[in-house]
């Protein structure tokens, strides 16, 4: 079945490491996203793709960056990781045009930066 | 660019009685407004949508009711069950869908025996 995969599902960190969170997508979807989610704040988009190639910046863009090279993955990099950047991450995909259709999430990326 | 507001950020009702939970949206150009629902460590799932060219849409127990012209748009649950409670997240989609889903805050709502 089709489906979308995150990678690491935990991960511990230090502070100024780099650290990237794979997302991988076996729908053949043109549309990926990432979103950070905190209690208090909900989901907050951070960056997403309409294709390969293509990257924006979301809402939360700040210290993040995205690169689309295929249309299965969407890794997502932080540079050098801060304290306030302990989350929970998701990535989604969705097909059609952009702001289309249903969104399908990951099952979640818990990251802790001590 | 748009901004969604969700109230209330927690809810409480009885089995059986009706939930409503409203989410206001800023962006005129808005077009397109789901609903997603998140079980306690799962990922959001998607319940209902509707779009601009409609006012109301329900699925079972859910329905959704969409005002243009106030930008409100709202989720009622019927009959509530002990299995509908989680939180659930209103979104809008941004720049008429070429800036992604901006999402509301999150209602959890909890479901008394």
């Known amino acids: 079945d089709a489906e979308i995969t995150q990678s690491p599902r935990h991960k511990i960190t230090e502070t100024g490491r780099q650290v990237t969170l794979a997302c991988h997508q076996t729908w053949n979807h043109n549309n990926m996203f990432w979103y950070r989610q905190d209690l208090g704040h909900g989901l907050r988009l951070i960056h997403y793709s309409y294709g390969v190639q293509d990257t924006n910046k979301g809402e939360v863009s700040d210290g993040y960056s995205v690169s689309r090279s295929n249309t299965e993955d969407l890794p997502l990099t932080l540079e050098s990781a801060a304290s306030s950047q302990t989350s929970v991450y998701f990535c989604?995909?969705?097909?059609?045009?952009?702001?289309?259709?249903?969104?399908?999430f990951g099952e979640g990326s818990r990251l802790t930066v001590l | 660019g748009e901004n969604v507001e969700q109230h209330p950020s927690t809810l409480s009702v009885q089995e059986g009685d009706s939930a409503v939970i409203k989410c206001t949206y800023s962006d005129s150009a808005s077009n397109y407004f789901p609903w997603y629902k998140q079980e306690l460590g799962k990922r959001p799932q998607l319940i209902i949508d509707?779009?601009?060219?409609?006012g109301e849409k329900k699925d079972q127990r859910i329905a959704v009711t969409l005002n243009k012209t106030a930008k409100h748009f709202s989720l009622h649950i019927t009959e509530t069950q002990p299995e509908d409670s989680a939180v659930y997240f209103c979104?809008?989609?941004?720049?008429?869908?070429?800036?992604?889903?901006?999402f509301g805050k999150g209602t959890h709502l909890i479901i008394q025996p």
């Open positions: 989604a995909s969705s097909a059609g045009g952009p702001g289309t259709g249903e969104l399908f």
């Open positions: 509707i779009r601009s060219n409609v």
């Open positions: 979104a809008a989609d941004s720049g008429g869908g070429a800036d992604g889903l901006t």
